[in-house]
């Protein structure tokens, strides 16, 4: 290297060093300069160099995370004095039910995911892709990267089926598989179970995680979801923000009679009829005119006793009523089809004259309540107080009114237990409640553990048999 940088030295300074004798059309000699290979350590520093920044990133998470749950009880009271003392019951109940949706769907997504990586798993394996469970896991783990993580997990089992099979059909299988598997998860099974586990509805799943991540990039991607969350939660206990827990929860934003109004206004009996039509699956003809249709009709009178209808508009209403009347009188005013009331959503208006508006709090830490309620629309003449034949069914055997649940007992009280939605001031909603609209509400109970039947539970065939469609 020396004699070289002496070389160089005379090439650039002809004047200063002596002559060397070229002989004609000669050409300069190219110098390459190689560094030596990395060995022992050097080899290995060079190995876990580009590891290490993830690596810090990964174990300050952890840290993180550990310092948090060592001191949540601590962080939690200073959370609750930032959000004042003067109302702790709402901020605890806040953090609650913040804590709870997040549980619920950290818990879903594990299940949903660890179901997804086994569906993969075993259908590479009946394609025959070697190292099936490795990939399958690997799909598993990586969807907890919402929407790209899948086609990242697809790229490794494609590329290994595509080296494995002389011809293209086991990569064009598995590409399908995942092209045809992800959307399905992702945009269908996803928003509809996250959905009803954190109180979002399944647009809003879609459309935070679109917002987030044009915000935050591939954070705002992982953190979509949670951080909708907490917003919904905001604007479910933060009056100022209730518009939040509006436009993203999955409460019913009209009440019944308030959606059938804005059909009217809108002059859409199509929609109104169809509405009324699935009212009428749980109700009768005559039941669904007084609950929904004549509390519209109360709205439009009120607007227009203020002004706000001019009569043009009042005619169109009318018009529109009957002809949403003709279109249901093809329906028999029948007892209601005492049958799937499992997905029916029904909510319990809590008298403020006897009720105040804190007695919901705490309800919410529950999954189910028990509510009493008495069958008021039960002719007195039908009640029986010795045997009949459950549902009136022929091919049922004659038993005791105490032996049966049927709503012609001698007291007409019905309980039922309920899943619980959504708690609130002045309101419960709940899933499964198998009562009209406009059935009076005696009482409502959390379904408590111990409180469950004790010992074991056994039930006749018949009982089994009749509630086969129930819910």
């Known amino acids: 290297m020396r004699d070289l940088r002496n070389e160089l030295n005379r090439t650039e300074n002809p004047s200063s060093s002596p002559s060397v004798p070229q002989s004609d059309g000669a050409k300069p000699l190219s110098v390459e300069i190689h560094q030596p290979e990395a060995k022992g350590l050097e080899a290995l520093a060079d190995l876990v160099r ?7 990133s990964g174990a300050l998470v952890v840290l993180f995370l550990l310092f948090l749950l060592l001191q949540r009880e ?4 200073r959370v609750l004095r930032i959000a004042g003392t003067a109302d702790l019951q709402r901020s605890t109940a806040a953090l609650d039910d913040a ?18 990586g086994i569906f993969i798993a075993v259908a590479l394996s009946l394609i025959g892709v070697p190292n099936a469970v490795l990939w399958g896991i690997l799909a598993g783990l990586l969807r907890f990267v919402p929407f790209i993580g899948s086609l990242i997990a697809a790229f490794f089992p494609v590329a290994v089926a595509a080296g494995a099979d002389p011809g293209w059909s086991m990569a064009v299988m598995t590409a399908a ?5 992800e959307p399905a998860a992702g945009q269908i099974v996803e928003p509809l179970v996250y959905g009803q586990r954190t109180g979002l509805s399944p647009v809003a799943v879609v459309l935070s995680t679109l917002f987030w991540t044009l915000l935050w990039g591939p954070i705002g991607l992982l953190l979509a979801t949670p951080l909708t969350v907490c917003l919904v939660v905001l604007g479910k206990h933060i009056e100022g923000l209730r518009f939040i ?30 509405q009324a039509e699935e009212e009428l699956k749980t109700q009768s003809l005559s039941a669904y005119y007084d609950a929904i249709p004549m509390k519209a009709l109360v709205l439009a009178q009120g607007d227009a006793a203020e002004g706000k209808l001019t009569s043009e508009k009042q005619q169109a209403i009318c018009d529109t009523v009957n002809e949403i009347i003709e279109v249901l009188s093809d329906y028999q005013d029948t007892d209601p089809i005492d049958d799937d009331w499992g997905q029916v959503r029904s909510r319990i208006e809590l008298d403020p004259d006897v009720l105040e508006p804190e007695a919901t709090a705490g309800l919410e830490e529950f999954s189910h309540l028990e509510v009493v309620f008495v069958f008021d629309r039960v002719d007195p003449a039908s009640v029986t107080t010795g045997a009949r034949r459950p549902r009136g069914r022929d091919d049922m055997p004659p038993l005791g009114i105490l032996a049966q649940r049927g709503k012609s007992r001698f007291n007409r009280i019905g309980i039922t237990t309920c ?14 409640l198998d009562a009209v609209d406009g059935t009076p509400i005696l009482d409502v109970k959390p379904y408590m ?7 074991e539970v056994r039930e006749p065939a018949w009982a089994t048999e009749l509630m086969q469609r129930y819910w």
């Open 50 to 56: 580009p590891l290490l920044s993830p690596l810090a």
């Open 419 to 432: 899943e619980l939605i959504d708690a609130a001031p002045g309101r419960i909603d709940v899933r499964g």
């Open 449 to 455: 553990l111990g409180f469950a039947p004790r010992g």
């Open 74 to 77: 601590d962080i939690r009271d």
């Open 245 to 274: 827990n509006v436009l993203l929860g999955d409460e019913p934003p009209l009440l019944p009679e308030e959606r059938f109004y804005q059909r009217l206004l809108a002059d859409d009996a199509t929609d109104a009829a169809d």
């Open 177 to 181: 598989l995942f092209i045809v598997s």
């Open 99 to 116: 804590a709870i949706r997040l549980g619920r769907f950290f818990l879903m997504q594990t299940l949903l995911n660890s179901g997804f």
